[in-house]
């Protein structure tokens, strides 16, 4: 099976712009996450998508938005982008069948770069 | 609340033992996980324990779970350059989310 791909891998962008992240995740898999990783803040969790919905949310302001397709592909979003907004932004994939109660194996992607200048 | 802490360096030698700590706070979490990032790459996932083990061993990799103190313990056996990375460790906190610890550095020199 293919592993999570993410698109693209770098990206540069200034202040004030928009961006969208692409996420595939391993083929059955219909649960998608996203994290921020930078060095001041570590690993933080976005948001995550089961079945087109957002299940959960993590503390980050309205500015970041997700979504699902049918196919559990999944974007993000972040507009009006601020310095602090440069980040490696991960994206993991589980079945997604366990529900709140059980973790699930997550799988990674490598990564989208993010750079605002 | 969420809080899982990891000292941020260690540094040993090739061939040694290498014992990387974490604790975490939310006693809830039904997994712990533990993942390596190796430099410029997404996250590798190495092993898990279910929060009613006590140990896991796989190949060269240990898990120790301490439920009482939240303490959790990942043991690398003959250690190789090639295990230099960061390494998370994790514990779930509802549906699929993860919460990450500070990552621990390791360094092996030959």
């Known amino acids: 099976k293919a592993g999570v791909t993410q698109t693209p891998r770098y990206l540069i962008k200034t202040r004030g712009q928009q961006v969208t992240l692409s996420c595939s995740p391993i083929?059955?898999?219909?649960?998608v996450s996203w994290y921020q990783q930078t060095p001041g803040q570590g690993l933080q969790f976005l948001f995550e998508?089961?079945?087109?919905?957002?299940?959960n949310k993590g503390n980050f302001p309205g500015r970041f938005s997700g979504r699902q397709f049918s196919n559990s592909r999944s974007e993000m979003n972040v507009s009006t982008l601020e310095l602090g907004d440069s980040a490696l932004y991960l994206c993991?994939?589980?079945?997604?069948?366990?529900?709140?109660?059980?973790?699930?194996?997550?799988?990674f992607g490598p990564g989208t770069r993010l750079l605002v200048l | 609340g969420e809080d899982v802490e990891q000292s941020l360096f260690l540094s040993v030698r090739e061939g040694d033992s290498s014992v990387i700590n974490c604790t975490y706070t939310?006693?809830?979490?039904?997994?712990l996980y533990w993942y390596k990032q190796e430099p410029g790459a997404g996250l590798q996932l190495l092993t898990y324990?279910?929060?009613?083990?006590d140990m896991k061993q796989d190949q060269r990799l240990t898990v120790l779970l301490n439920k009482k103190d939240k303490h959790l313990s990942l043991r690398i056996a003959d250690t190789q350059t090639g295990d230099s990375a960061i390494y998370f460790c994790?514990?779930?906190?509802?549906?699929?989310?993860?919460?990450f610890g500070t990552g621990t550095r390791l360094l092996v020199s030959p």
């Open positions: 994790a514990e779930t906190g509802g549906f699929q989310k993860l919460v």
């Open positions: 083929s059955g898999h219909r649960s």
């Open positions: 993991a994939s589980s079945s997604g069948e366990g529900g709140r109660a059980i973790g699930e194996t997550q799988y």
């Open positions: 998508y089961f079945s087109e919905t957002q299940r």
């Open positions: 324990i279910f929060s009613n083990m």
């Open positions: 939310d006693s809830s979490s039904t997994y």
